[in-house]
């Protein structure tokens, strides 16, 4: 059917350029044929008015002289036109147009799938089940994954790399601890050591066993796509079905559940997974945008071109910035700690809820630390480097916080 209507509006289209080029050039009367007429009816006309008296004679053989000329003239150009056009029709335009439809075809032949067979539905879906089923194990996907560069070492603080090497030998000496594995798990993931953050990571998992929450079999399944190279093995996504029936609103999970269902051609089941998403927001959650992105063209996909995503919602209130404090500079002492500590509340209940950016967490890292709460800035900092352990860029406002608050790395 594909083959039959591509065909049919081709030959359309070719018809519709190439009729006025097939048209005999003898039966369009050029410019001078129409003058030579206009000029017999100037003859004419002058002989009526000489008849009505309108005109003299002398002026009669004036006009007529003068038009005879014109006459001459034209019938001179006529016979030129005549003369000219007689190399019959304009064979190059035609040939270029040959050129231009044996240039697409020979482009969709090298771009696209001419033997493609049509695919219903149902082979559509087996397709898809196809894809889902014969993925690379977790192994594989990670010796196939594009080795990752390492960290620059010379960068770092040294004292905060020898703490690392003292947790790396506590963790060997004592490989059941839960607070070491969780620890080295975190700073390998500060240090973009993937494959070792996700090895201490399945071995906090496997020591907790069913006492593992969902934001630790999270973390896990985060850190396998991650050394898979962002694919979803079915390893990770047995983790991530563990994490999900922990606490199955988990928003970071659902997303990459949502992620799976594209990465396996299907968009009809992804799409209300990240409608929903979406539509429970919020705005400034590290997964919205990627959704916001990709939703219209996933919303096609699954059939639904009429989905139009919602506006972005104005983001809550960040907590106080360098201007809010500058502002509280005239109130009375107490007020202005009044003033502070309730913004802070109101910051530090909205990232605990739903959530925030690296620098909403940076702002109240920095916040308690003015206010004189370094041990909350100390707690606050180590949840948010477990929070956005896995994305180095996402780290730095975080720790350039931490060492401006002077907590420790």
Known sequence: MFWILAAGMTAIVAFAIAAPLRRDRAAVQPAAAYDLRVYRDQ?????????????????????????????????????????????????????????????????????????????PLAERLAAAEAVYRDRPAQAEAEAAAMPRPG?????????????????????????????????????EMRLGNISAARAAQQRLVDVLGDQADAAQLMQLATLMIEAAGGLI???????????????????????LQGVLLIQNGRPDRAFPIWRRLLEQGPDDAPWIPSIRAAIDELAWLAG???????????????????????????????????????????????????????????????????????????AILS?????????????APIDAAAADAGLDP
């Open 304 to 378: 639904q071109p009429d989905y139009r995503a919602p506006a972005s919602a104005a983001a809550a209130a960040p907590g106080p910035d360098a201007q809010d404090l500058e502002a509280a500079r005239d109130l009375p002492p107490e007020a202005r700690q009044q003033m502070i500590e309730g913004m802070v509340a109101s910051l530090q209940d909205r990232l605990a809820s739903q959530g925030g950016t690296p620098e909403e967490w940076a702002r109240l890292i920095g916040a308690l630390s003015v206010l004189g709460d370094r041990d909350q800035a100390r």
């Open 383 to 395: 949840e948010a480097r477990l929070r956005f352990g896995g994305r180095p860029e996402a780290l």
């Open 233 to 255: 093995t079915p390893e990770a996504e047995a983790v991530l079905a563990r994490s999900l029936a922990r606490d199955p609103d988990q928003p970071q999970a659902r997303y």
């Open 43 to 119: 003859l004419a006309e002058v002989d009526r008015d000489l008849e009505r008296g309108v005109i003299g004679a002398e002026d009669a053989d004036r006009l007529r002289a003068e038009i005879g000329r014109k006459v001459l003239d034209a019938d001179r150009r006529l016979a030129r036109g005549v003369t000219a056009g007689q190399g019959g029709r304009p064979l190059w335009a035609v040939a270029v147009l040959g050129v231009l439809l044996l240039g697409a075809g020979l482009l969709y032949w090298r771009e696209g799938v001419p033997n493609a067979p049509d695919m």
């Open 151 to 187: 960290p620059d070492l010379g960068q770092l603080d040294p004292d905060y790399l020898a703490m690392i090497d003292q947790l790396r030998a506590a963790v060997e000496r004592n490989p059941d601890d839960p607070r070491g594995l969780d620890l080295l798990a975190t700073n």
